[in-house]
C-alpha cells in the first residue's frame, strides 16, 4: 500500500463506544472522540487509569468496533469494513505493542519476531528476522523464550516483532510502563530511532509525561473525549 500524502493520514470522527455492564449498566467509555493525524507524526495519549486510552487504541487497532462514528486510516475506513477485510488491513499494515509485552512464551525470539508474517502466510526468511532482531540490538538471543529473556529484552523482541510488517501505523500501549525509569527511556529511544527511521506513524497511550512530551503531539482523553 502506498503512503497517502493527505495531511490527515489518520481521521478519526465522533468515535462512541460504550459497555454494558451486568449491574450498573451502560457506561460510555467513549463520548465523541475526534482527531486527526499526519503521515509521519506521533502522538500520545494521556489521561486517568479507567478513562478508555486501551479501549480507544483498541478500535484504532481493529480489535473492537465502535458503537458510532468514523476511523479511517491512510483512505481506508475501517468502520466501514467487514470483518475479513478489517482483518486483511490490520495484519497488513498495523501494529500494537502492548505493557506486559504479550510475546508467545512457548515461541523463542525469532519465533515471534516472524508470527505476524506467518499470519499472512508469508515466509519468514532468515535475513528477515536476523534484520530485525539485530535492529533492536537482539540477534545473539534469538533461541531464548520470553522467559529466559529480561522486561527490556521481551520489549525488544515486541518492538522488533511490531515492525516484521513495515506497519504504516505503529499502535503503543504503555510501552514502558512495565520497566524500570532507565530501560523504559531505553525502549523509548529505540521506538522514536525506529518511527523516524521507517517513517511510520505512532500513536501512544501512556502515563509517562516523558516519553508523552517527545512525541509531536498530546491530547489527553477524559470524559469520553480527547483534548
Ligand atoms: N470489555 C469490557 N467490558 C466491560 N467494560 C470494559 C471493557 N473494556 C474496558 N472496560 C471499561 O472501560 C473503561 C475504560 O477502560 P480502558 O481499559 O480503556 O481504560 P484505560 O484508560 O486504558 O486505563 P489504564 O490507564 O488503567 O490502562 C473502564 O471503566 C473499564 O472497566
Ligand atoms: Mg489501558
Redesign the pocket.
Known amino acids: 500500500m502506498s503512503l497517502s500524502t493527505t495531511a490527515r493520514f489518520v481521521e478519526v470522527e465522533d468515535l462512541h463506544k460504550s459497555?454494558l455492564?451486568p449491574e450498573s449498566g451502560r457506561?460510555n467509555?467513549l463520548n465523541g472522540v475526534s482527531f486527526s493525524l499526519e503521515a509521519g507524526s506521533t502522538l500520545a495519549v494521556t489521561?486517568?487509569?479507567?478513562?478508555?486510552?486501551?479501549?480507544?487504541l483498541a478500535l484504532l487497532a481493529g480489535l473492537d468496533s465502535a458503537d458510532h462514528g468514523r476511523i479511517t486510516i491512510n483512505g481506508s475506513v475501517l468502520t466501514d469494513m467487514d470483518a475479513r477485510s478489517l482483518h486483511r488491513f490490520r495484519t497488513a499494515h498495523l501494529s500494537i505493542v502492548f505493557q506486559q509485552f504479550h510475546l508467545l512464551p512457548h515461541l523463542t525470539a525469532k519465533e515471534n519476531v516472524c508470527l505476524p508474517l506467518e499470519l499472512q502466510g508469508r515466509h519468514c526468511p532468515s535475513e528477515v528476522w536476523h534484520t530485525l532482531l539485530g535492529r533492536v540490538g537482539l540477534t545473539a538471543r534469538r533461541d531464548h523464550l520470553p522467559g529466559q529473556l529480561s522486561g527490556g529484552e521481551c520489549q525488544r523482541v515486541a518492538i522488533a516483532r511490531a515492525l516484521a510488517v513495515r506497519p504504516l501505523l505503529l499502535l503503543a500501549?504503555?510501552p514502558t510502563g512495565n520497566l524500570d525509569l532507565e530501560t523504559g527511556r531505553e525502549i523509548a529511544d529505540l521506538l522514536f530511532e525506529l518511527v523516524e527511521q521507517e517513517q511510520m506513524t505512532m500513536i501512544v497511550?501512556t502515563?509517562n509525561e516523558e516519553l508523552a512530551a517527545r512525541c509531536s503531539r498530546q491530547l489527553r482523553?477524559a470524559h469520553g473525549v480527547l483534548r
Open positions: 459497555y455492564l457506561i467509555v489521561g486517568h487509569s479507567g478513562c478508555g486510552k486501551s479501549t480507544l500501549d504503555e497511550v502515563h482523553l
